[in-house]
């Protein structure tokens, strides 16, 4: 009795279990199913992944040309020196790419920045700057336009430089200089990307020119670079 008790512990200590052929063909099956969709998931996250390294450095390599923290307290500096305000700027970013749902929101073939087709550039970054709480139009926009390549972004100059001359026909034999926008431009090439400086009317020629060395003293790009420059109303410069 002492023995097949103590054969009956051995016993306990160990549990076989016997699976069936037909069970273990499913659970491969499934087992296999899902290695597959696993690495479906897989492949996809890193494509997901791979595209938004690459948007990333696309605003990473255009970011790298402007000193925006600095552009932004030397605008604010400037507008409370020139009495044109009491209170600094706000600044409101929008992003916007080939991918973007959101391509409706942007009032480009009604407004002013109707020459620009987004669905041919790359990515698009929009600051604009206001003062809240005014009378006064004292907003300025800054455009970041990037392209797939120099190749595009030379074209939609060249498609820029061709309208810097455009006069609106008001009727009657009178005419009057728009320009790009029927504001103050400063558009300036780099490579494969163009940087589009939209001001308002409010301010006066000397300002706007004290605004756009503003920019450039902030930015790495060339002041002998190719630059599209019109006043308000006034003519190409």
């Given at each position: ?55 990333l450095?696309s ?13 932004k ?87 820029l ?37 939209n ?8 300002d ?30």
């Open positions: 009795m002492h023995v097949l008790i103590k054969k009956m512990k051995t016993i306990g200590k160990q549990i076989f279990f016997v699976v069936p052929l037909w069970l273990l063909t499913i659970i491969t099956s499934c087992t296999s199913e899902n290695n597959s969709g696993d690495k479906q998931i897989k492949n996809r996250l890193i494509a997901e992944n791979e595209n938004s390294d690459a948007i450095k605003e990473k390599e255009i970011d790298n040309k402007i000193e925006f923290r600095n552009f307290n030397d605008l604010d500096s400037f507008v409370i020196k020139f009495n044109y305000s009491t209170t600094p700027f706000d600044l409101q970013t929008d992003t916007i790419n080939s991918k973007s749902s959101n391509k409706d929101l942007w009032a480009y073939k009604r407004g002013i920045f109707n020459l620009i087709n987004v669905n041919s550039i790359n990515l698009l970054i929009q600051h604009h700057y206001f003062v809240p709480k005014t009378t006064k139009i004292l907003r300025i926009y800054l455009l970041e336009l990037q392209f797939k390549n120099p190749r595009e972004s030379e074209y939609f100059f060249k498609k430089d061709a309208r810097k001359n455009f006069k609106a026909d008001l009727g009657d034999g009178y005419f009057l200089n728009y320009g790009l926008t029927g504001t103050s431009d400063y558009v300036i090439l780099s490579k494969a990307t163009i940087l589009w400086l001001i308002s009317c409010q301010y006066s020629k000397k706007f020119d004290r605004l756009i060395d503003i920019f450039l003293n902030n930015s790495n790009l060339t002041r002998n670079g190719k630059a599209i420059r019109y006043y308000c109303q006034t003519g190409y410069e």
